[in-house]
């Protein structure tokens, strides 16, 4: 099956700083990309949508300054999370779909952030 | 909300015995997806069901789909230890293309050996 790896896996940082996600689909080219966010034994929440070589499409309430995404290729999405505060600590998961499917999306690892 | 819903929140069966957990979502869809989450991981694709099918089954998985009612059931049979996890559905509405999916809240299983 399509592989998607998320890096780092596991981050914390000091409140204040930024920190940047990466999201590569390994064996496939994924014309879209998606980012979610989930709270402890909660769900999924869509962020954005992340279309190569175009703005992500943010999902209503999410800051886009805030969470900045970059699809520069095929196989990459970057999510950074700007002047992260401790509310922001959370799991982030990107998920990549195969154009032209049936919306199937196959996810990375996540990754989870803490901060201090 | 996003969210669709889905019951039970959580469920502890022992091993052998059959799961079932229920979905709800709120649109027209194209789809709806069953996925499962081992604690603090990623999501893996367990079964799509199109809008236009009402059962299919995996293994040992059988998911149904009533778009009449909104509502799909994922049934886990002969379960295992192994099966220990969340379970969530997410529905793809026709309103967002392909691109969307809106995942429930999420069913917490425990299988007891």
């Known amino acids: 099956g399509a592989v998607v790896s998320q890096h780092p896996s596991r981050v914390i940082c000091k409140s204040g700083t930024s920190v940047k996600i990466e999201c590569r689909s390994l064996?496939?080219?994924?014309?879209?990309m998606f980012w979610y966010r989930q709270f402890p034994k909660q769900s999924l929440m869509l962020m954005a949508t992340?279309?190569?070589?175009?703005?992500?499409?943010?999902e209503q309430g999410v800051e886009k300054d805030k969470f900045l995404i970059n699809h520069a290729s095929l196989t990459l999405s970057t999510l950074t999370v700007t002047s992260a505060h401790p509310e922001d600590s959370s799991f982030y998961i990107c998920?990549?779909?195969?154009?032209?499917?049936?919306?199937?999306?196959?996810f990375g690892p996540g990754t989870r952030l803490t901060v201090l | 909300s996003q969210q669709g819903e889905e019951d039970p929140q959580a469920l502890s069966i022992q091993e052998g015995e059959n799961a079932t957990m229920n979905c709800s979502y709120k649109?027209?869809?194209?789809?709806l997806q069953w996925y499962r989450q081992n604690s603090g991981r990623g999501l893996v694709h367990l079964i799509l069901?199109?809008?236009?099918?009402r059962e299919k089954h995996s293994g040992r998985l059988r998911v149904t789909l009533d778009t009449s009612k909104k509502s799909s059931s994922l049934l886990i049979t002969a379960s295992r230890a192994a099966d220990t996890a969340s379970y969530f559905c997410a529905s793809s509405p026709i309103s967002g293309g392909y691109n969307k999916l809106i995942f429930g809240a999420g069913t917490r299983l425990a299988v007891h050996p």
């Open positions: 649109t027209s869809i194209n789809n």
């Open positions: 064996d496939f080219q994924a014309t879209t």
């Open positions: 998920s990549a779909r195969v154009g032209g499917s049936y919306n199937e999306q196959f």
């Open positions: 992340s279309n190569e070589g175009s703005k992500a499409t943010y």
């Open positions: 069901i199109r809008s236009n099918e």
